[in-house]
């Protein structure tokens, strides 16, 4: 491959980015993929990224057409039952438990959840395997130039690379999105997410387990066993100033307080990893393209880590692209074809990202009254269960 002439420049490396170099590349296009930070693939080391990714059924369909699954599998934990629990009373103990099987919909897990450092080891080892892919660690995407016929991205070692589609798969600040020109509309909540593992004496039976009370939802997601005891992955969010609070404890005052805000229900948490801290917002481009340039995964959209959606939508967004450069290779990059894309995709995005705000609304309720209304909801919501299996079927993406 000369790097000058590829089929596809893909700014970013993130989980998203190598997901797209793999699948394009595992289907036969020339691809370039850049990021100035080098994937971090070990547990251990400063700056690995240890959120942790529900994959859900579609994606993972997705990643197994693709041969990436074979490679994920054995390092998944499957998630059998998404059991929500509403602790809003006087003090931090179940009121409401719903639980909703997987079983109740399919004769497989909703998904399999996998560690985020882990995945983008997995996925640069993929990218390895295939000779018309290149992987530049180290390197940032630094201006772009669009015409009618193709692209030109400048790179920030020198280089410029000519392609027929740029896939900005760059993050939340995307540079690419910026020199397209796309706004964004971006909804702020004050919130942030502390994202971390625990281990803990209760097997957590492959359900995952979402605590609302205040602030943002305290969700534990089953993760293999770590160092011989039973592991969940933690996302917790709250008011900033309290997660911040929090993120500073001494450990054991840490893992008092996770404890009392899980309601104990695993028993007493102990902490398994760093505790990392993630700004939440929403944020939804007004257009997925422009030309010559795709807009996937964060560069397009950003929603609360609630019901396992964000990376999930964004393997959504690169079936989308995938089918329609497959079915017509030559067009690649087009106006026509981007425009379809956009057609697909951003009625579903905006609908999700609608939802999840909803829904992080009502989870950061502090009022008794208004906490007393979401216990009553989420018990109206159960007790129909045609439109239970509909929401379980949406959350799965199953629709659209
Ligand atoms: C606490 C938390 C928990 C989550 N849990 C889940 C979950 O269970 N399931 C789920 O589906 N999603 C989850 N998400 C969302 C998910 O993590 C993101 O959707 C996912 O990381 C995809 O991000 P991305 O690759 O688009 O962006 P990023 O991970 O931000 O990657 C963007 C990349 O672009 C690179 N970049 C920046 N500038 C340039 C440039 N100029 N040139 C080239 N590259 C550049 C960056 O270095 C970075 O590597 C969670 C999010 C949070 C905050």
Redesign the pocket.
């Known amino acids: 491959m000369t790097a000058q002439d590829c089929d596809i420049v893909i700014?970013?490396?993130?989980?998203?980015?190598l997901s797209a170099a793999a699948l394009f590349g595992q289907a036969g296009f020339r691809v370039v993929c850049?990021?100035?930070?080098p994937p971090i693939t070990d547990r251990e080391a400063e700056g690995a990224d240890l959120?942790?990714?529900?994959i859900l059924q579609p994606a993972q369909a997705l990643l197994a057409e693709a041969g990436i699954w074979p490679r994920l599998a054995e390092h998944a934990a499957p998630l059998r039952v998404m059991r929500i629990v509403d602790a809003g009373g006087d003090t931090p103990e179940p009121r409401v438990v719903k639980d909703f099987e997987s079983s109740d919909i399919s004769d497989k897990p909703f998904g399999w959840n996998l560690p985020?450092w882990l995945l983008r080891r997995e996925l640069v080892a993929q990218l390895d395997t295939l000779s018309h892919v290149e992987f530049r660690p180290g390197v940032?995407?630094?201006t772009l130039f669009t015409r009618e016929t193709e692209a030109r991205v400048g790179l920030d070692d020198g280089t410029r690379l000519r392609c027929r589609m740029v896939i900005a798969?760059?993050?939340?600040n995307s540079?690419m999105r910026q020199a397209a020109g796309v706004p964004v509309k971006t909804t702020r909540y004050g919130q942030k997410?502390l994202?971390f593992a625990v281990t803990h004496p209760i097997p957590h039976d492959n359900v995952s387990t979402e605590i609302h009370r205040s602030g943002g939802p305290f969700t534990l997601?089953p993760l293999p066993d770590h160092g011989g005891r039973p592991s969940s992955a933690v996302?917790w969010m709250e008011e900033g100033a309290e997660a911040q609070r929090l993120a500073a404890l001494d450990e054991t005052a840490f893992e008092e307080e996770m404890s009392t805000r899980s309601c104990h229900l695993f028993g007493p948490l102990t902490l398994a990893s760093r505790r990392t801290v993630?700004p939440?917002i929403s944020q939804i481009a007004d257009r997925m393209w422009a030309e010559r340039v795709a807009l996937v995964?964060?560069?397009a959209h950003v929603v609360p880590?609630i019901g396992?959606?964000?990376?999930?939508m964004?393997l959504g967004d690169m079936h989308v692209l995938l089918d329609l450069a497959l079915a017509a290779p030559d067009q690649l990059g087009e106006a026509e074809m981007l425009k379809a894309y956009h057609r697909r995709r951003h009625w579903e995005v905006a609908a999700r990202v609608k939802g999840i705000d909803l829904l992080n609304r009502t989870s950061m309720l502090s009022a008794p009254a208004l906490r007393d209304a979401r216990a009553m909801g989420l018990q109206a919501l159960y007790a129909l269960g045609p439109v239970r299996k509909t929401l379980m079927q949406l959350g799965l993406g199953a629709r659209g």
């Open positions: 700014s970013g490396g993130g989980v998203a980015g850049v990021d100035p930070a959120r942790t990714t529900a985020n940032a995407a630094s798969a760059d993050g939340r540079p997410a994202a997601v996302v993630w939440i995964a964060e560069a880590p396992a959606q964000g990376l999930n964004s």
